[in-house]
């Protein structure tokens, strides 16, 4: 989501103000009796990007209870107006001529290649930017981000999508199919990741979708499963947002990722909404050392702002 480049210096709205304007958008969302792409649907939802990717001081965290419901409500509401967005345009894609040179039909395609950049970026400085097997969770109908990765960066990297809609993996892989080079590193497994266990350790990179776990239980419960299961030193790059970013998606949180070793932080100043959280599960033979040496560097990461 998103379109507006906003200046680095510009003065931050005040979180009152800020606050105010975004519960007058879920106001107006929520009487909307459909959230199928539409012309009010969309300049709502813009409206609200173009709000929440200002400067601002906002802290989740300290909301009142009312705005706390408010916010979980609203993640809801975006998460099944984008399920429906994208599901619109890949059942269209589908049915095109060369649909993955037509990509960018998609309103917010160029948000994708930045974010995909920046993630290839933190994954690069990492010492990973050529994984053999890399899976995706929370793909969707669209799945832009293996897409972009597999046809800009990560040219000879195997791709297994993970989503719980077969309905969505079907569409995408008619998508796939258009190209035949593309379609053999790429596959779609329908399914809950939590009932997938000794497959997760044949990759060497795991993306975590921001809508994957929407609520904390379980998106702590997630990502304890995920760790269990991955191999050692295998990466896992989660999807998070910082300040009012955090009314489009859920927060991931340092208590939320205990056992990992946390390698980088990426909170986005620009028109992208997710911040990046990119984890290593350490070798069972380093843990000890690992949780001796990390404590106080890993607390610094935490609290920066832009890694």
């Known amino acids: 989501m998103a379109a507006l480049q906003i200046s680095n210096c510009a ?26 792409p539409s012309k009010q649907v969309n300049s709502l939802f813009s409206n609200l990007v173009e709000l929440c990717i200002l400067p601002s001081s906002i802290d989740i965290t300290a909301l009142p209870e009312e705005v706390q419901a408010m916010r979980e409500s609203l993640i809801n509401l975006c998460g099944h107006a984008e399920g429906l967005l994208e599901l619109e345009f890949a059942t269209f894609l589908s049915k095109i001529h060369q649909p993955l040179n037509n990509l960018n ?75 035949p080079e593309l379609e053999k590193r790429m596959k779609f497994e329908t399914g809950d990741i939590m009932e997938v266990q000794e497959k997760l350790s044949e990759y060497d990179c795991i993306f975590l979708a921001a809508l994957v776990g929407m609520s904390k239980v379980d998106k702590v419960k997630i990502l304890g499963h995920i760790r269990k299961y991955m191999k050692e030193v295998g990466v896992l790059l989660v999807r998070s947002a910082k300040g009012a970013r955090a009314f489009f998606y859920p927060v991931v949180e340092e208590q939320d990722v205990l056992g990992f070793e946390l390698l980088s932080i990426y909170h986005p ?6 911040s990046v959280v990119l984890l290593r599960k350490p070798a069972f033979s380093s843990i000890k050392s690992f949780h001796l040496l990390r404590n106080w560097s890993r607390r610094q990461l935490w609290s920066s702002n832009l890694l």
Do not use: C, W
């Not at 100043?269 to 997710?274: A, E, G, K, L, Q």
């Open 11 to 36: 003065s931050q709205i005040p979180s009152e103000v800020l606050i105010a304007r975004v519960m007058q958008i879920h106001a107006s969302i929520s009487t909307l009796s459909s959230l199928r």
């Open 105 to 179: 039909l998609f309103p917010y395609y160029e948000n994708y290649v930045k974010l995909a950049s920046i993630e290839y970026r933190i994954l690069n400085e990492s010492g990973v930017s050529q994984p053999r097997k890399v899976a995706f969770v929370g793909s969707g109908p669209l799945p832009l981000t293996s897409f972009i990765m597999a046809t800009h960066h990560m040219k000879l990297t195997h791709f297994d999508n993970f989503d719980i809609d077969g309905a969505a993996n079907d569409v995408a892989r008619q998508i796939v199919a258009s190209d």
């Open 269 to 274: 100043t620009n028109d992208v909404i997710n």
